[in-house]
């Protein structure tokens, strides 16, 4: 069994920066890759970026030139920097193995991304 455990959320300003991270333990299908998925209340939980190890990672285009993901396998842990954020990046923030589409059911925590003056 999967288990993620996300952190790094926030409140920041427009224009402002954070880092997000990911922990995932137990058998991580690599073959898949990993994403950073997002969900505001109401709507459904949409993709932000994801890698393959040794990839190309791929991004929404509301995110490119802005977020950065990256892997560190040796600890399992995914990242997404994000710079300039804006107030419409407000979301609650969640990672999955699978870099377009998410491989398992079962999500972490999350961590709130709160973009605000």
């Known amino acids: 069994q999967v288990q993620f455990v996300e952190s790094g959320g926030g409140l920041v300003q427009p224009g402002g920066s954070l880092t997000l991270s990911c922990g995932a333990s137990?058998?991580?299908?690599?073959?898949?890759?990993m994403g950073w998925y997002r969900q505001v209340p109401g709507k459904q939980r949409e993709l932000v970026a994801g890698?393959?190890?040794?990839?190309?990672?791929n991004y929404k285009d509301s995110v490119k030139g802005r977020f950065t993901i990256s892997i560190d396998n040796a600890k399992n842990t995914l990242y997404l920097q994000m710079n300039n954020l804006k107030p419409e990046d407000t979301a609650v923030y969640y990672c999955?193995?699978?870099?377009?589409?998410?491989?398992?059911?079962?999500w972490g925590q999350g961590t709130q991304v709160t973009v605000s003056s």
């Open positions: 999955n193995v699978g870099r377009f589409t998410p491989l398992f059911a079962s």
């Open positions: 137990g058998t991580i299908p690599r073959a898949y890759g």
């Open positions: 890698i393959t190890s040794g990839g190309p990672a």
